[in-house]
């Protein structure tokens, strides 16, 4: 029922209406006849819930008769490390023990008083200001820890955020790693370096990026936003990979064009490369791949103890009793390998463990305060391989059919299902991919993507058919 009340709404709204706010509208479940409703961010909770929600309701009560409420929530914000509600914390009463109390305070009520980044965030998000989104205080040049990884990305960073004379450097800068390896904190600390040298820069994520055209479009000043857009020295666009819609990438490759080619410097990042921002035309992917392409790696351990100290660190000044020993940093450096952000997660919990305790940090209470935070981050790594078993015996077919050169409509369909579960369930690229499927170019691949992606729009079987392989796969 949940992708035809998704397929209902793109065709009453429009694709691009439905693309900038719709497509990461996911259902978590329905109890109760309220469904629960997900999104990835703050933002796209709020305008949804302010612009939509009577007409998604009524979508859903068609659909679905049993539903008399929607809720809609933000994905992901249940866990501590980014918590979204500063709220006191409040009595608990505990089950067992302080272990209990902590994971029950940690799942509702986020340890706030201690981190001013966690309440920067969230007035940030709910100033209402949609010019440009703030910028977080704390994510700053000082702040930001240099490793091998990151030095590359932080040096051209740094050297646009000070650029004094005209025209840009490398332009655009155009940085992209996976998530929380440091996009936005450069970001910021572009953000607030340049300020602080009075040059004009707006910082945009690309849901406020739409945000402003769809806004503009509707209220007939479109003109005058664009404007107000290409008379800015530095334009900061975050996570462009989010940029949907016909005519908004229409418009963000226009904009793009303009700074640049004025001289204007533009900054953005992603969590791919611009080849892979599969839903921009050809002529903005190369336009955005044209300055300088910086990759962010992974944090090695040593750039991940590095971020722990430095983080304890700030925590410290607030907190003068926080001590937690080298051990005790290093066992974390080793256990939490995934992102800053879980890093910054696990901070949360061993000064939550501490407080709440008042007892010092040890090995065995950290291993036990971080524990969730260890498995839980833990992805599933989902091999092309299986994927290509699974679809051939749904289909009937044999492996070695998929990756052959045969072209019957029989083998076709179920390889062209195959590459599209791949790309969307690993983290492989394009042209990694195609040598999985038998040495194809990275063009097939991408053809089987977009078709396939079209058919499910087309055809609710079909849809539900891939749904399902999704979950199987997931499972
Ligand atoms: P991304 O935008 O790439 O997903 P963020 O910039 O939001 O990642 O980083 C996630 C968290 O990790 C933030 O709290 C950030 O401050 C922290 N972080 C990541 N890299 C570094 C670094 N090199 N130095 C200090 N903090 C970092
Ligand atoms: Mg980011």
Same mark, same amino acid.
């Given at each position: 029922?949940?992708?035809?009340v998704?397929?209902?709404?793109?065709?009453?709204?429009?694709?691009?209406?439905?693309?900038?706010?719709?497509?990461?509208?996911?259902?978590?479940?329905?109890?109760g006849?309220?469904?629960?409703?997900?999104?990835?961010?703050?933002?796209?909770?709020?305008?949804?819930?302010?612009?939509?929600?009577d007409?998604?309701?009524?979508?859903?009560?068609?659909?679905?008769?049993?539903?008399?409420?929607?809720?809609?929530?933000v994905?992901?914000?249940?866990?501590?490390?980014?918590?979204?509600?500063?709220?006191?914390?409040?009595?608990?009463?505990?089950?067992?023990?302080?272990?209990?109390?902590?994971?029950?305070?940690?799942?509702?009520?986020?340890?706030?008083?201690?981190?001013?980044?966690?309440?920067?965030?969230?007035?940030?998000?709910?100033?209402?200001?949609?010019?440009?989104?703030?910028?977080?205080?704390?994510?700053?040049?000082?702040?930001?820890?240099?490793?091998?990884?990151?030095?590359?990305?932080?040096?051209?960073?740094?050297?646009?955020?000070?650029?004094?004379?005209?025209?840009?450097l490398?332009?655009?800068?155009?940085?992209?790693?996976?998530?929380?390896?440091?996009?936005?904190?450069?970001?910021?600390?572009?953000?607030?370096?340049?300020?602080?040298?009075?040059?004009?820069?707006?910082?945009?994520?690309?849901?406020?990026?739409?945000?402003?055209?769809?806004?503009a479009?509707?209220?007939?000043?479109?003109?005058?936003?664009?404007?107000?857009?290409?008379?800015i020295?530095?334009?900061?666009?975050?996570?462009?990979?989010?940029?949907?819609?016909?005519?908004?990438?229409?418009?963000?490759?226009?904009?793009?064009?303009?700074?640049?080619?004025?001289?204007? #410097? *533009? =900054?953005?990042?992603?969590? @791919?490369?611009? +080849?892979?921002?599969?839903?921009?035309? %050809?002529?903005?992917?190369? &336009? /955005?791949?044209?300055?300088l392409?910086?990759?962010?790696?992974?944090?090695?351990?040593?750039?991940?103890?590095?971020?722990?100290?430095?983080?304890?660190?700030?925590?410290?000044?607030?907190?003068?009793?926080?001590?937690?020993?080298? #051990? *005790? =940093?290093?066992?974390?450096? @080793?256990?939490? +390998?995934?992102?800053?952000r879980?890093? %910054?997660?696990?901070?949360? &919990? /061993?000064?939550?463990?501490?407080?709440?305790?008042?007892?010092?940090?040890?090995?065995?209470?950290?291993?036990?305060?971080?524990?969730?935070?260890?498995?839980?981050?833990?992805?599933?790594?989902i091999?092309?391989?299986?994927?290509?078993k699974l =679809?051939?015996?749904?289909?009937?077919?044999?492996?070695?059919?998929?990756?052959?050169?045969?072209?019957?409509?029989?083998?076709?369909?179920?390889?062209?299902?195959?590459?599209?579960?791949?790309?969307?369930?690993?983290?492989?690229?394009l042209p990694?991919?195609?040598?999985?499927?038998?040495?194809?170019?990275?063009?097939?691949?991408?053809?089987?993507?977009?078709k396939?992606?079209?058919?499910?729009?087309?055809?609710?079987?079909?849809?539900?058919?891939?749904?399902?392989?999704?979950?199987?796969?997931?499972?």
């Open positions: 029922a949940w992708s035809r998704k397929r209902r709404l793109r065709a009453e709204l429009g694709e691009d209406v439905f693309a900038s706010w719709f497509a990461r509208l996911e259902l978590d479940c329905v109890s006849g309220t469904g629960k409703l997900t999104v990835p961010t703050r933002f796209l909770k709020s305008w949804i819930e302010s612009h939509y929600l007409r998604v309701l009524a979508t859903f009560k068609a659909e679905a008769g049993d539903v008399a409420r929607i809720e809609v929530g994905r992901g914000t249940v866990a501590p490390a980014r918590p979204v509600v500063p709220a006191p914390a409040k009595p608990v009463t505990a089950t067992s023990g302080p272990l209990a109390r902590l994971h029950a305070v940690g799942s509702q009520a986020p340890v706030a008083p201690a981190l001013p980044a966690a309440e920067s965030r969230v007035s940030a998000e709910a100033s209402g200001d949609f010019n440009g989104t703030p910028l977080d205080a704390r994510l700053t040049f000082t702040s930001f820890v240099v490793g091998r990884s990151n030095a590359l990305a932080h040096a051209a960073a740094e050297r646009i955020a000070r650029h004094q004379g005209e025209g840009a490398y332009n655009p800068l155009y940085l992209h790693a996976g998530v929380g390896l440091g996009k936005t904190h450069l970001l910021h600390g572009i953000g607030h370096a340049a300020r602080e040298s009075g040059r004009r820069v707006i910082y945009l994520t690309a849901d406020r990026f739409m945000y402003g055209f769809v806004n479009l509707k209220t007939q000043s479109a003109l005058a936003y664009k404007e107000r857009l290409r008379g020295d530095l334009l900061i666009l975050d996570d462009v990979q989010f940029i949907q819609g016909k005519s908004i990438q229409a418009e963000f490759g226009h904009t793009i064009n303009a700074l640049i080619d004025a001289g204007r #410097q *533009v =900054v953005v990042a992603s969590d @791919r490369p611009p +080849t892979e921002l599969e839903a921009l035309e %050809e002529r903005v992917r190369s &336009r /955005l791949a044209g300055g392409v910086v990759e962010i790696g992974s944090l090695d351990e040593q750039l991940r103890i590095s971020i722990l100290s430095a983080r304890l660190a700030s925590v410290r000044t607030s907190h003068p009793g926080f001590d937690v020993s080298p #051990q *005790v =940093v290093n066992y974390v450096a @080793r256990a939490i +390998t995934a992102n800053g879980d890093l %910054e997660g696990a901070v949360n &919990r /061993l000064l939550a463990h501490a407080t709440l305790t008042g007892t010092a940090v040890t090995l065995e209470t950290a291993e036990t305060a971080i524990r969730d935070l260890v498995k839980n981050r833990e992805p599933k790594r091999k092309i391989e299986d994927i290509q =679809v051939a015996s749904r289909y009937n077919v044999s492996r070695s059919d998929i990756l052959s050169e045969r072209r019957t409509a029989a083998v076709v369909k179920p390889r062209q299902i195959a590459m599209y579960l791949s790309k969307v369930l690993t983290l492989r690229s990694e991919i195609g040598r999985r499927f038998g040495g194809r170019d990275h063009t097939t691949v991408l053809h089987a993507v977009r396939i992606e079209k058919q499910i729009g087309e055809d609710a079987v079909l849809g539900d058919e891939v749904e399902l392989l999704k979950r199987m796969l997931q499972d």
